[in-house]
């Protein structure tokens, strides 16, 4: 069994003047759920379509365990599976024909998959009437279907919590987890770092078109800024005075901490002392999403 | 390079596209259209004393209920057979990229060329089953609400019913070659410009200008060229001593035209790279 | 981007002009041989059909009528559709060449319509011995000529 399910190499992708991709690698490691981050514009969903085979690169290779992605016809391997933007249906079938209609393209006879997936992503019960009529969270839901019908040993999902409640989201990720657990790999799109923070290890984080991180969010963490809280004081003029080394910024109708953890019980500690009053104090931004940021708003993105 | 053992799947993609149109308002209205329209020609017709007198056959609408399947024939073969049968055609492929699937089913295991096929095949079978439904329409109108009598050739003899039915059956036949010829046009048009309205009308605009371009004296070699000639082949059937060439040859274009775009039609979609949508 | 997609179909029309250029020079479909072959024998099974819609016997299936078209002024050559044609009948009938001129008009399918000389042929309608009313088949018809 190849170690790496996912071997993409110096793929570029150009419209007339704009890069899309510039000179990507991607490697995902079979087993792994990895993450691909990057905000709008920057190329995720270009790269998707690369890896899924519907847009063609002007440059570069893309290997799935070991062998081309797509085959001598143009067709993608059958272990691949998943979709680039939101999936799309035929509204006017309803969704389980829709999914026996996707077993038939896969040369399949889908029976009894069909009935097992709909069931696995909760969606029996409204499988019988036509996808016009789906909210946008069961459509997504209905998209993780379909790529599961085809068995794929690699599945790429592209922002798979579009539009599901936070129940949808437990359950999608528990989902994924347990693919994972199989053996399965996952290469997951997002543009929150929350989202991928809490199902992946290794994560690509694309700007503009170019990578500029590839690796594990551990090491991204490490490396990471001090977290940015909100604090609302008493008196936040005289909580300004007492932060040193430009700890705390005024902002708006507060302040604006950045500090790890030691420095900033220190600073709650000496603001409690001189009398100060804490009403309010919540991590506004993760160090992983300070660090998203610095790291994609530098090629300009956003 | 090792041959792919995995069938192209051709018959998975014409048995879904089937069952897609099936499922389509718009396509069975038309089939019903089809069969029923002309039972409300012919009593227009017999409600009042005028005959459709400028067009073959049209004197004698009220005189042989064969001559109902002619004239509906005459009237829809220029005109409304390459409308109708682009209804399905001309959107078949544009309606993936309406619907934004051409990812769904990109993503599984039919190769392009299988979805090609599968919807070239189910938008031809529906090109023979609108002139089917019209044939068997326009004669059932004709013999029940007109009547059985003999049909007046167009050389001035006698038909009997039984072979007229025959005739009449054969003449819409010949219908069938130039309307796949329309039904590639409309694949082709709908491949490349991604749009249903313009699939569904551009063949149709095609066949008007071929039709204005066949009144154009003294081209007649233009006029055998052209995709809408076949559709009056069946002159020759309906003659004291019938000839076939022109059936032949309008046969022969019609092949031409169906080759050519259904070529075309299929290097545009191998070719495509799904960028957006 | 467009250039790409409509390519293929410039090359498709450009290619059938190509053809229809080359194939040029080719022959007429409608001539005045074929259009007077045509006309006569139409004519003499018209007379026929007239008399058995009325229910009267006739020798005419065993007659000849045979026709002389032009088309237009002396000047026209007699060829092509128009509106213009002039097909004149010669009907042996009771011994004597009757002569009939039925004006033709001929569609560029091939096909035409004769109208008849009314105070020869009578009026577009006939009664059959039911009372029927029926087209006067000499009023006028319709044939196609053989343009393949």
Request: glycine share 10%; hydrophobic share 45%; charged share 20%.
């Amino acid at each position: 069994m190849p170690t790496t399910a996912l071997d993409a190499r110096g793929l570029i992708k150009r419209y007339d003047d704009v890069v899309a991709l510039d000179a990507v690698d991607l490697r995902v490691a079979a087993g792994s759920v990895h993450g691909l981050l990057g905000p709008n514009g920057a190329g995720k969903t270009t790269l998707l379509r690369v890896l899924l085979g519907l847009t063609h690169p002007d440059a570069g290779t893309v290997h799935v365990f070991d062998r081309p992605m797509s085959d001598s016809r143009g067709r993608l391997q059958p272990d691949v599976a998943g979709f680039a933007e939101a999936p799309r249906f035929y509204p006017f079938l309803t969704g389980r024909r829709n999914l026996e209609l996707l077993a038939a393209y896969d040369q399949d006879d889908g029976n009894g998959r069909v009935e097992a997936v709909l069931d696995r992503l909760g969606l029996t019960g409204r499988a019988g009437s036509r996808v016009a009529g789906y909210s946008l969270g069961m459509r997504q839901r209905l998209g993780v279907a379909a790529a599961l019908v085809r068995r794929p040993r690699l599945l790429i999902l592209d922002e798979p919590a579009n539009g599901l409640d936070p129940a949808g989201i437990r359950d999608l990720r528990e989902l994924l987890r347990e693919l994972a657990a199989d053996g399965g790999t996952v290469l997951l799109s997002s543009h929150q770092m929350a989202e991928v923070e809490a199902l992946c290890d290794e994560v690509t984080i694309l700007g503009s078109g170019t990578v500029v991180y590839d690796g594990s969010l551990q090491r991204l963490r490490e490396s990471a800024p001090a977290p940015e809280y909100r604090l609302r004081t008493v008196d936040d003029e005289a909580a300004l005075a007492l932060a040193e080394d430009e700890l705390a910024v005024a902002a708006g109708d507060g302040l604006t901490v950045r500090a790890r953890a030691e420095a900033l019980d220190g600073y709650v500690a000496k603001l409690v002392a001189a009398g100060i009053g804490v009403r309010e104090l919540h991590q506004s931004v993760s160090p992983l999403e300070r660090m998203f940021f610095a790291l994609t708003e530098a090629g300009g993105a956003r | 390079m090792t041959t792919d053992p995995r069938p192209h799947g051709v018959a998975t993609a014409y048995r879904w596209e089937m069952e897609k149109l099936a499922a389509l308002l718009r396509v069975r209205l038309t089939a019903v259209a089809c069969f029923l329209a002309p039972f409300g020609l012919v009593a227009a017709l017999r409600l009042q004393d005028a005959v459709p007198a400028d067009t073959l056959f049209g004197r004698w609408t009220h005189f042989s209920g064969f001559a109902t399947p002619m004239v509906v024939l005459v009237f829809t073969g220029q005109w409304a057979l390459p409308l109708l049968t682009c209804l399905v055609a001309g959107d078949i492929f544009a309606s993936e990229d309406r619907y934004d699937t051409w990812k769904t089913i990109l993503t599984r295991s039919c190769t392009r060329l299988g979805v090609f096929w599968g919807k070239a095949f189910a938008g031809m079978t529906f090109a023979v089953l609108v002139v089917v439904l019209l044939a068997l329409g326009s004669l059932a109108a004709g013999v029940l609400v007109i009547g059985a009598r003999p049909l007046v050739s167009l050389s001035g003899t006698l038909i009997p019913p039984g072979p007229a039915a025959g005739l009449v059956l054969e003449s819409w036949a010949t219908a069938v070659p130039p309307t796949l010829g329309f039904t590639a046009m409309g694949l082709l048009f709908s491949v490349a410009t991604r749009n249903g309205p313009a699939g569904i009308l551009g063949p149709s605009a095609v066949g008007l200008v071929m039709q204005l371009l066949s009144f154009v004296n003294g081209v007649d070699v233009l006029r055998h060229l052209l995709l809408t000639t076949p559709y009056g082949s069946w002159h020759g059937l309906m003659s004291a001593h019938p000839y076939y060439a022109p059936l032949l040859w309008g046969g022969l274009v019609s092949a031409v035209y169906l080759a050519g775009c259904l070529a075309a039609g299929y290097l545009l979609l191998r070719r495509r790279s799904f960028d957006e949508g | 981007m467009t250039s790409n997609r409509t390519r293929p179909l410039a090359t498709l029309l450009t290619g059938a002009a190509l053809l229809a250029a080359s194939a040029g020079c080719g022959t007429v479909d409608i001539t005045r041989v074929k259009l007077q072959d045509d006309v006569g024998p139409t004519y003499r099974n018209m007379y026929v059909l007239q008399h058995r819609l009325l229910g009267q016997d006739t020798d005419a299936p065993a007659r000849l009528a045979t026709a002389a078209c032009a088309k237009g002024g002396p000047e026209t050559p007699d060829e092509g559709p128009g509106d213009d044609w002039t097909c004149q009948v010669y009907w042996p009938v009771n011994g004597t060449l009757q002569t009939l001129s039925y004006e033709v008009q001929v569609k560029a399918t091939g096909c035409y319509t004769a109208q008849g000389p009314a105070y020869n042929v009578g009026q577009q309608n006939l009664h059959d011995p039911d009372g029927r009313t029926v087209p006067n088949p000499l009023y006028a018809f319709d044939g196609c000529l053989n343009t393949g």
